[in-house]
């Protein structure tokens, strides 16, 4: 696993012990592919990274020009993950770990009055959130006017074209990988 592209272009990010069950990190040309539907470069974009794992998702976005990423997971090897790799790519400065279940999570950033532009969720596939999800970020008000939910999940898991005020812009599929692009309309 490396950083597709931007400052950290090319940099290895450690993944999971092979016993680990906790944990599916985003290929390498699944991220490449997503970054391609979003736009190459982020300026300056608040980024939030749900069920971080490696935090492959959050990372790629800063070196790709976001100005901040927070990443979360409640995972012990997944938080030293986060921080081992975002260290290791010369990005700690702007990247925030946060330890604690997304629920949690969410409401810590709500009273935080955190936004964000762009909010990745790779939740584990057998969990069938996708929705969950959604609603969660919409009560929250973490989403900026303008921003995108981005939801990895199985391809057996239905996305709904409309959920929480949010509509599906696109989909991509990677074998049993689903990825469904949701903004505000």
Do not use: W
Request: charged content about 25%; some cysteine; overall charge neutral.
């Amino acid at each position: 696993m490396r950083i597709v592209a931007g400052t950290a272009k090319g940099r290895a990010l450690a993944g999971p012990k092979s016993s680990s069950l906790h944990i599916r990190p985003t290929a390498d040309r699944v991220r490449e592919t997503l970054f391609n539907v979003l736009g190459q470069f982020l300026d300056g974009q608040r980024v939030l990274d749900l069920y971080a794992g490696t935090g492959a998702l959050g990372l790629e976005a800063v070196s790709r020009g976001a100005g901040q990423a927070v990443l979360v997971d409640q995972d012990r090897e997944a938080l030293t993950l986060c921080s081992e790799n975002a260290r290791a790519v010369g990005l700690s400065g702007q990247v925030e770990v946060l330890s604690a279940p997304v629920a949690r999570a969410l409401e810590t950033l709500k009273r935080r009055g955190d936004r964000f532009e762009l909010i990745f969720a790779d939740p584990p596939y057998a969990a069938r959130v996708v929705e969950t999800v959604l609603d969660g970020v919409v009560a929250a008000g973490l989403l900026t006017p303008s921003g995108m939910v981005v939801v990895e999940h199985d391809k057996r898991e239905a996305a709904p074209d409309t959920h929480a005020g949010l509509a599906r812009e696109d989909q991509r599929r990677f074998g049993d990988t689903l990825v469904s692009f949701y903004r505000a309309p």
